[in-house]
DNA sequence: CCGCCGGTTTACGACGATGTATGTCCCTCA
DNA sequence: TGAGGGACATACATCGTCGTAAACCGGCGG
């Protein structure tokens, strides 16, 4: 039913090979056969089977990405990066979504997507402790996120702890000096690397540069990270009656939620309280106030990744080069919620480029 | 390198067509040979070769999804309702991304993806002048969204009609006459059935209904609809000095530039204007005040679209089935920015069921 | 004891593209 | 003039799976 190069051939008066090279852009090909040839492919509407050149090659031209859920506004925008990065190299991209479901995880680690040539992933429920579940994968891969360093694959992630140190010092450079933090996650031995534990951790720092005392009951521990538990931590908070004039949220997410509990308080943002977030999700220059962020540099993310994975799948499943790891560089995007411009839609947000602290740790 | 049929069958000790027998659950496999092969296939960690498969078959388990953009909220969502529907029937979803490009839409609904079995379409810069396109189409497809109706395909949409009259009902019942709708779309000839002119016709009909007199200068034309256009908007309405008490956004996104439009004038939401919007994103119970809206059923529209496509496949390239509309049920969301619970986080938002109007011509 | 039957398994080839080896033609240089 | 080489084209085999047709086997009725 459908047109193979047999029928091109035999209409263009060649070998199905000679079509193949013509498709293939092989070199020694005469321009008039070549011109022959694409003249009976547009005549026919010839188009390549890719199961057939998938089984020949062993490549399908496909990746996969994996992520918990693409309704979270930020894996929704770093799917959007990543199909344009394949995309600009000819690759399609299949996503899968995990849904937070460690068997699922495991099993795709263990296994792969099927049809693909290789996967980007970006894990929740994996910790440092999996580390092992990688020394026995097969296929390319790049992992994506924060949760297992050190591994034996390739790693893209971000400079969670001098960006989120970036945050707070921003919110310090306000004068403000009781800094609530939202978002962190009950010590786990096994997930210290975990970006809740790595942006506190530049919290900290900020912190103690800035010789600022230290306030555990400003550290809110807050799992997951959807909105409304960011409300229900601003909530808590209020009601403890401790004094802040400031808050950093761990995500933009939990910024949304926090934003609401402060509206329904009636502390005003920024005169009373600042706020910032973490992610810089599409929906945050928007909010009311907008809010400030750190831009995770999620097209640096997305580029790199997809160009690593593209290099593993290219030397082959035997070579055994070392894993590399980049961080991408962030952007303090600074808004209403910590004092940008107060008004004016479009609002001119003063970014103040992390280029630089990519030589850093974090 | 990779295992194969031929080498299970060996340690098995059979052809590899009983294998193959085995792995697709044919019958008449004896049950001991049946239980050596499935050792032999866990002992050498057996797992098919898609390609060969989608080669000898026809088929490729994978279908595909194009949506504009999928950073926005509406369509990652959508997105993320369809691979998991796909999921369901162990479906895998290439995603693309069109970019608003009407090129690329063309190429795309005349070729199809490569290495996909089928196309759910959601096109945004096709009209129904384009719908003879669709009559060459020569793979399972069917469309999403609402710019081209009575084509030769299969079709699975909403109610806007009746959705968007739903919505403006809900304003009258609070007592608002002066009502202004943000998003219409100038007049195109080849558009008339866009979502656009479809609910701005629901809006008329409830005015109507409600023996309300229609102020075309409350209709404000906008496009695209990206938030800041909203804000635009609404900000262009407030300095024209026109009374209203109360605007309907054709979608949330617009919305929430209102919102922030209407904030910055110091015009209080609900009590000085409510707002309703349109798609009812994750986000717009999170705004401040949360956001009414119609939730559209994207959950059907998936379950439904990928089942649509499922069957064409199934029905084969051949067959000429006539082409199906659905469009699925609506719901009402009522929460603060329209006078529902007025405080509360997880607002508790009063749901009218759109189910019966399922009837409708919406 | 023969032939037939149904359950079970196997041999063979084809899906479409492409790497390899092989061949042909023509041009150049000794 | 003949050897050598480059440009171009072809024949064949192969990737892994599965449909088709045919073979095998043990049992049963005649």
Same mark, same amino acid.
């Given at each position: 039913?459908?047109?193979?190069?047999?029928?091109?051939?035999?209409?263009?008066?060649?070998?199905?090979?000679?079509?193949?090279? @013509?498709?293939?852009?092989? =070199?020694?090909?005469? =321009?008039?056969?070549?011109?022959?040839?694409?003249?009976?492919?547009?005549?026919?509407?010839?188009?390549?089977?890719? +199961?057939?050149?998938?089984?020949?090659?062993?490549?399908?031209?496909?990746?996969?990405?994996? @992520?918990?859920?693409?309704?979270?506004?930020?894996?929704?925008?770093?799917?959007?990066?990543?199909?344009?990065?394949?995309?600009?190299?000819?690759?399609?991209?299949?996503?899968?979504?995990?849904?937070?479901?460690?068997?699922?995880?495991?099993?795709?680690?263990?296994?792969?997507? =099927?049809?693909?040539?290789?996967?980007?992933?970006? =894990?929740?429920? $994996?910790?440092?402790?999996?580390?092992? *579940?990688?020394?026995? @994968?097969?296929?390319?891969?790049?992992?994506?996120?924060? !949760?297992?360093?050190?591994?034996?694959?390739?790693?893209?992630?971000?400079?969670?702890?001098?960006?989120?140190?970036?945050? @707070?010092?921003?919110?310090?450079?306000?004068?403000?000096?009781?800094?609530?933090?939202?978002?962190?996650?009950?010590?786990?031995?096994?997930?210290?690397?975990?970006?809740?534990? $790595?942006?506190?951790?530049?919290?900290?720092?900020?912190?103690?540069?800035?010789?600022?005392?230290?306030?555990?009951?400003?550290?809110?521990?807050?799992?997951? !990270?959807?909105?409304?538990?960011?409300?229900?931590?601003?909530?808590?908070?209020?009601?403890?009656?401790?004094?802040?004039?400031?808050?950093?949220?761990?995500?933009?997410?939990?910024? $949304?939620?926090?934003?609401?509990? *402060?509206?329904?308080?009636?502390?005003?943002?920024?005169?009373?309280?600042?706020?910032?977030?973490?992610?810089?999700?599409?929906?945050?220059? *928007?909010?009311?106030?907008?809010?400030?962020?750190?831009?995770?540099?999620?097209?640096?993310?997305?580029?790199?990744?997809?160009?690593?994975?593209?290099?593993?799948?290219? !030397?082959?499943?035997?070579? +055994?080069?070392?894993?590399? *790891?980049?961080?991408?560089?962030?952007?303090?995007?600074?808004?209403? +919620?910590?004092?940008?411009?107060?008004?004016?839609?479009?609002?001119?947000?003063?970014?103040?480029?992390?280029?630089?602290?990519?030589?850093?740790?974090?």
């Amino acid at each position: 039913m459908a047109v193979t190069m047999r029928d091109v051939a035999i209409v263009a008066r060649v070998s199905p090979k000679t079509v193949s090279n @013509v498709v293939n852009d092989h =070199p020694n090909v005469h =321009p008039d056969t070549r011109a022959r040839v694409q003249q009976a492919i547009a005549e026919l509407g010839y188009r390549p089977n890719h +199961s057939a050149r998938g089984l020949r090659s062993g490549r399908t031209g496909v990746i996969g990405l994996a @992520v918990p859920e693409l309704k979270q506004a930020y894996f929704a925008e770093l799917a959007d990066a990543v199909i344009a990065a394949a995309a600009k190299r000819g690759l399609s991209v299949i996503v899968g979504q995990l849904g937070g479901d460690r068997e699922h995880e495991i099993e795709l680690l263990t296994h792969g997507l =099927p049809q693909t040539d290789g996967l980007l992933f970006s =894990p929740e429920r $994996l910790g440092t402790e999996d580390r092992d *579940l990688l020394a026995y @994968v097969d296929f390319p891969l790049v992992m994506l996120g924060e !949760w297992i360093f050190g591994g034996p694959t390739d790693h893209v992630t971000m400079h969670n702890v001098s960006a989120a140190r970036a945050a @707070v010092e921003h919110l310090i450079s306000l004068g403000r000096r009781r800094i609530a933090v939202i978002g962190a996650h009950p010590e786990e031995e096994t997930r210290q690397l975990g970006p809740s534990n $790595l942006r506190i951790q530049g919290y900290r720092e900020a912190l103690a540069a800035a010789g600022i005392e230290h306030d555990p009951r400003l550290e809110l521990v807050v799992a997951p !990270w959807h909105p409304e538990d960011g409300a229900e931590a601003a909530r808590d908070l209020i009601r403890s009656g401790l004094e802040f004039d400031a808050i950093f949220t761990l995500t933009d997410s939990l910024a $949304l939620g926090a934003l609401r509990a *402060l509206g329904e308080a009636g502390r005003a943002v920024p005169d009373d309280v600042a706020v910032i977030g973490y992610d810089n999700i599409a929906i945050s220059h *928007l909010t009311v106030p907008s809010l400030s962020s750190i831009d995770p540099g999620r097209a640096e993310i997305a580029e790199t990744a997809v160009g690593m994975l593209v290099e593993r799948i290219e !030397w082959g499943a035997g070579s +055994s080069r070392p894993p590399r *790891l980049h961080k991408a560089a962030f952007d303090l995007i600074v808004r209403e +919620s910590s004092g940008g411009a107060a008004a004016g839609m479009p609002a001119a947000s003063a970014r103040k480029s992390g280029a630089t602290a990519q030589m850093l740790s974090g």
